[in-house]
């Protein structure tokens, strides 16, 4: 029997199993048996191949019937064993309490009332949100309610066919060691005749707009300037939630920050888990902004953005000097929050000298070159907004969180938040967009001020897609070679240093070692070059790809200067890469 036609009996038993217990509803059985019915086994493998992983991020799927899908049995399975956790960790409270939030998908409602019955079934206090709501209010209702957990169903901004589960601990923040590692243990210790799926009523309370409004006035008090924006009070605004949960709340906080102008795109103002305006509902691909940039052109707006559907990043486009609308990316958002903050906390005399603004290793070394200058602590992280909720947790009582960011569209302004957070970052944004205005200027004139003062970087992410198995032992064995071969130049510059996160060593250009603090490690590997080029390289914790995140140096002696200097460090991205063998 080859190893094709092993999956496939070990894919058919397990079907049978589904087919023949009675723990499985009705609908769940019919599809089981169209799979098994059907020619065509794909199908039937991608369902059944192997069980949908809980990792440390939780879980993320297709949905569909099967042990390899998104569905009420996985969720199930999910949330028992982490209620098998809290009621371990916590044996000693006389109450246990959660919070159940979720966004627009598809099945997601579903998804959530499951989850409520289960937790409340297993003697936990649930607090279900009426309807969907953003991530970070999720985050928010945690702490504000003094809760252990709380969970929230999304996959965030991947496409229709997807739902997630994403749980979290007690400082509203994703789950990290010991706890990761726990609740997981407790998962993979369940089978469907533990799940305890009828709930008790007396233990779920509704809750919505009474934390809505503590939530919003919160965000309301991280305005820097509330001056400035009643002068520009009718900022021209387009925002979109792309179908989304931001809709709930981001148009709300931006009329409660004082702007009166503000136009949603009316056509995805609409929840709907098909997202039917765009072909993914993702603020970085730019082709998920066209409606709203349509709507700019025709009421010549000064700002567009665009939240995704759990509404935890933002997406934005500004007018350059020609007037034309570009697209901001990840690490650029990141910058101009961070520069806004620092600059004008300064100005107003904000600053007591204990701040400090966190960046993932994978964004923009601007940020530490603007933290720096301004005798701004900063820390660096890996990828995941857990991973700066950890280093707010640690710091708490002592330093003051004044924002910390990553490439990939989040941005956090707040520690009432230990998530990324488009509420507070589309408000905070329009802030900056008037304090521009104010002074005659653009977001992309504030672009070329940072560009002009620290220097000029770009960053591209080149994503190596490679799906499967065999995709998966491609990855792997990419990731080896480059250890066991550290590239010596990139781009005809020589490499200066290597930090191998995977063993938490760096390393010089003569091979001389030394230590990488971190809490652990992470399979991350990073180039430095002698004229400051740098790469870091990392496999996607969520999708079948390797992802190369290139940031080179430019120079520009003016605004003018830029297209040119873009053009010129784009095509070193492009040198780096061949470097590579991309």
């Given at each position: 029997m080859d190893n094709n036609q092993n999956v496939l009996a070990h894919c058919e038993k397990v079907a049978q199993e589904w087919l023949s217990s009675s723990n499985y509803d009705a609908e769940t059985q019919k599809a089981v048996k169209a799979m098994l019915d059907n020619p065509d086994k794909t199908e039937l493998i991608d369902s059944f191949y192997r069980t949908l992983e809980f990792g440390t991020g939780g879980l993320?799927?297709?949905?569909?019937?099967?042990?390899?899908?998104?569905?009420?049995?996985?969720v199930g399975a999910a949330t028992q064993g982490l209620a098998n956790y809290l009621n371990a960790c916590f044996k000693d409270r006389e109450e246990i309490s959660v919070v159940v939030g979720h966004d627009s998908r598809n099945n997601s409602r579903l998804f959530a009332e499951s989850a409520a019955n289960i937790f409340s079934a297993n003697g936990i206090k649930v607090y279900l949100f009426d309807d969907m709501r953003p991530t970070p209010e999720m985050s928010f209702a945690i702490r504000h309610l003094g809760c252990q957990s709380g969970i929230i169903l999304t996959a965030s901004h991947n496409?229709?066919?997807?739902?997630?589960?994403?749980?979290?601990?007690?400082?509203?923040?994703?789950?990290?060691?010991?706890?990761?590692?726990?609740?997981?243990?407790?998962?993979?210790?369940?089978?469907?005749?533990?799940?305890?799926?009828?709930?008790?009523?007396?233990?779920?309370?509704?809750?919505?707009?009474?934390?809505?409004?503590?939530?919003?006035?919160?965000?309301?008090?991280?305005?820097?300037?509330?001056?400035?924006?009643?002068?520009?009070?009718?900022?021209?605004?387009?925002?979109?939630?792309?179908?989304g949960t931001g809709m709930m709340l981001i148009p709300q906080s931006l009329k409660l920050w004082g702007f009166e102008n503000v136009h949603t795109v009316p056509e995805q103002m609409v929840k709907d888990g098909n997202f039917p305006t765009v072909k993914s509902p993702n603020p970085e691909n730019g082709e998920a902004l066209s409606m709203a940039l349509d709507l700019a052109k025709q009421i010549d707006a000064d700002i567009v953005m665009a939240s995704d559907p759990d509404a935890d990043r933002?997406?934005?486009?500004?007018?350059?000097?020609?007037?034309?609308?570009?697209l901001i990316d990840g690490n650029q958002?990141?910058?101009?929050?961070?520069?806004?903050?620092?600059?004008?906390?300064?100005?107003?005399?904000?600053?007591?000298?204990?701040?400090?603004?966190?960046?993932?290793?994978?964004?923009t070394e601007l940020i530490k070159a603007i933290a720096e200058k301004n005798n701004i602590k900063m820390y660096d992280c890996y990828t995941g907004f857990k991973w700066i909720a950890r280093q707010i947790r640690l710091d708490e009582g002592k330093l003051q969180y004044i924002g910390g960011g990553e490439e990939s569209y989040g941005f956090l302004a707040e520690d009432f938040v230990r998530d990324k957070d488009a509420v507070s970052a589309c408000s905070l944004l329009a802030e900056i967009c008037a304090w521009a205005k104010d002074q005659g200027k653009t977001l992309y004139d504030v672009l070329m001020e940072i560009y002009l003062e620290y220097g000029l970087a770009v960053n591209k992410t080149?994503?190596?897609?490679?799906?499967?198995?065999?995709?998966?032992?491609?990855?792997?064995?990419?990731?080896?070679?480059?250890?066991?071969?550290r590239p010596k130049e990139l781009a005809g510059s020589p490499v200066v240093c290597t930090k191998d996160y995977g063993v938490l060593k760096t390393y010089d250009a003569e091979g001389q070692e030394g230590p990488l603090d971190f809490p652990e490690a992470s399979n991350v590997l990073q180039w430095?070059?002698?004229?400051?080029?740098?790469?870091?390289?990392?496999?996607?914790?969520?999708?079948?790809?390797?992802?190369?995140?290139?940031?080179?140096?430019?120079?520009?002696?003016?605004?003018?200067?830029?297209?040119?200097a873009q053009a010129a460090a784009i095509e070193k991205v492009e040198a780096v890469a061949k470097s590579l063998g991309l």
């Open positions: 993320r799927g297709i949905m569909g019937a099967g042990t390899n899908r998104m569905n009420i049995y996985t496409p229709k066919e997807y739902n997630g589960y994403k749980a979290y601990w007690d400082d509203g923040a994703q789950v990290l060691a010991p706890h990761d590692k726990g609740i997981i243990d407790e998962v993979n210790k369940v089978s469907v005749a533990d799940i305890r799926f009828e709930g008790n009523p007396e233990l779920i309370e509704i809750i919505g707009k009474e934390v809505d409004d503590v939530y919003l006035e919160k965000v309301k008090s991280l305005s820097i300037d509330p001056a400035c924006i009643q002068r520009q009070k009718d900022l021209k605004i387009v925002y979109t939630p792309l179908h933002v997406g934005m486009a500004c007018k350059n000097d020609k007037g034309e609308w570009i958002t990141c910058m101009i929050f961070l520069y806004y903050i620092i600059m004008n906390r300064q100005a107003q005399g904000k600053m007591v000298g204990n701040e400090f603004v966190v960046k993932t290793i994978v964004t080149i994503n190596v897609v490679k799906p499967g198995k065999s995709g998966a032992d491609e990855i792997k064995a990419m990731m080896e070679n480059f250890r066991a071969n430095y070059t002698a004229d400051g080029t740098k790469v870091s390289v990392r496999p996607s914790g969520t999708e079948p790809k390797i992802k190369f995140y290139v940031e080179v140096k430019g120079e520009m002696a003016s605004a003018a200067d830029y297209p040119a």
